[in-house]
């Protein structure tokens, strides 16, 4: 990435950019002689401790009752609890979970335990404020509502673990599917769905397709008195199979980007030919298709299956001509969950425009009932990533020693984005800190430190 860059400037202006990394991984690259060309280094110190006593006495309510760690951190700035609390992150640590009341407005804590705790060791002082973390934060979040959280602690720490595991086991594995590299810090809604198994979640995904088709061809055919005649499973069965195999197909890809129906498109010339094009050949297609039915009908029937199946082409054809690694600026949602709505009402609308087209072509022997066969199956092919976050809720239950996860999943992550305990970084979320996702990694059930 750094050689890209460097490119990139290469006799040109120079670009403004921001590159953020960690100590190790800089002195890696400078050990190789790789680096950002025309760029300053710029490293962050540890926090003074005139800095420390400043921010401290800025968050409490009751600056009083932590002078004993003032006063320590001021006279010994090299000692153990000054340099355990030197970073920003430890300190909101510290703040946080020491200025957690119980319900009857009495302080949880008494702020000089930390002197003893750091004397143990940095790595004890870590372990502890990182323990009462998210007990302290949940409690504070609720005092400021005047209502009592929807989670509680356990159930926060345990989920977030699960989340906290399979990141970092990401990480530490270097796990690849597709060739494309799962993520070790990024909890993207739509891309998660590996957390339970690659081949379990697909499998889910294609026995529904298939379950679709089996449920639904005796049913039309008995229901309309038609008899199971070979020829008529056979009409079934071959679109069946078909949306099997395709359905098996994309499966193959793991970063698939999402959809969405793209009506800011009507605002550009190009996008507005795109429509045309799109309900030309739809009504091309219905005309044809209706030419099987009596002569009365075809015109009506033919124009009807032609514009759904046009809007519905419409729609698959806009997403599959964007660019599948950018997003158009003017679309782009930066609430996480609002991907996985977007998504399945494309499938849907996608694939109930081509299943009613279908049913209209079909006219009145099958009819709506087709329709609904066809949208069904359509829909789990398109609308493939909202689909395989549904399979991932639906394997996390529990079930067969599979993790369990909330129904709502993606509902508790933005609960904990604005309790504080995650960062949202773009389409995803992040772990507040590596030390917080780190410490839930390797510690799955809730657990006390002693002090």
């Known amino acids: 990435m750094i050689g890209a860059l460097n490119n990139y400037q290469h006799g040109r202006h120079a670009a403004p950019l921001v590159l953020t990394c960690r100590t190790g991984h800089y002195q890696a690259l400078t050990d190789a002689d790789v680096w950002a060309h025309d760029a300053a280094l710029v490293t962050i110190d540890p926090v003074s401790s005139a800095k420390a006593r400043e921010f401290i006495e800025s968050r409490v309510n009751n600056p009083a009752r932590w002078q004993t760690v003032l006063s320590t951190i001021d006279h010994h700035p090299g000692g153990p609890l000054a340099v355990g609390l030197s970073t920003p992150w430890r300190l909101s640590l510290a703040t946080t979970v020491y200025e957690q009341r119980d319900p009857d407005s009495s302080y949880s804590r008494d702020p000089a335990d930390l002197i003893r705790v750091a004397a143990t060791s940095n790595h004890a002082l870590r372990e502890h404020l990182l323990t009462h973390f998210i007990t302290a934060t949940i409690a504070a979040r609720a005092a400021q509502s005047d209502k009592p959280a929807p989670y509680t602690a356990g159930q926060t720490h345990r989920w977030l673990a699960i989340l906290a595991r399979y990141l970092h086991n990401n990480a530490a594995t270097g796990r690849v599917f597709d060739g494309v590299p799962l993520s070790g810090t990024d909890l993207v809604l739509h891309q998660l769905w590996p957390l339970v198994g690659i081949h379990r979640v697909r499998g889910i995904v294609l026995a529904a397709t298939a379950l679709i088709w089996l449920i639904a ?4 055919l008995i229901h309309n008195g038609t008899g199971l005649s070979t020829g008529q499973i056979a009409g079934f069965a071959v679109p069946g199979i078909g949306f099997f195999g395709w359905t098996c197909l994309i499966w193959n890809t793991v970063g698939l980007p999402p959809n969405r129906i793209h009506t800011r498109q009507l605002r550009t010339q190009k996008g507005r030919r795109t429509l045309a094009i799109s309900l030309v050949s739809g009504l091309i297609a219905g005309l044809v298709g209706g030419l099987e039915l009596e002569l009365q009908v075809r015109l009506a029937v033919g124009l009807a299956a032609g514009i759904t199946f046009g809007l519905g082409f419409w729609i698959w054809l806009s997403n599959e001509r964007k660019d599948r690694q950018e997003h158009d600026a003017a679309s782009i949602t930066w609430d996480p969950r609002e991907i996985i709505k977007h998504d399945l009402v494309a499938g849907l609308v996608i694939g109930l425009s081509i299943g009613l087209s279908v049913g209209l072509v ?6 709506l009932a087709v329709a609904l066969t ?10 493939e990533v909202g689909v395989r976050y549904l399979a991932l809720l639906l394997c996390t239950r529990g079930w067969f020693g599979t993790p369990e996860l909330p129904w709502r999943l993606g509902r508790f992550l933005h609960w904990c984005y604005h309790a ?9 979320y992040q772990f507040r800190h590596r030390e917080l996702q780190n410490h839930l990694a390797n510690k799955p059930a809730t657990s006390t430190v002693s002090g």
């Open 374 to 383: 066809w949208g069904l199956a359509v829909a789990l092919t398109f609308g």
């Open 217 to 220: 061809t005796p049913i039309l």
């Open 420 to 428: 504080g305990l995650i960062r949202q970084a773009g389409i995803g």
């Open 362 to 367: 079909a006219g009145l022997t099958y009819g």
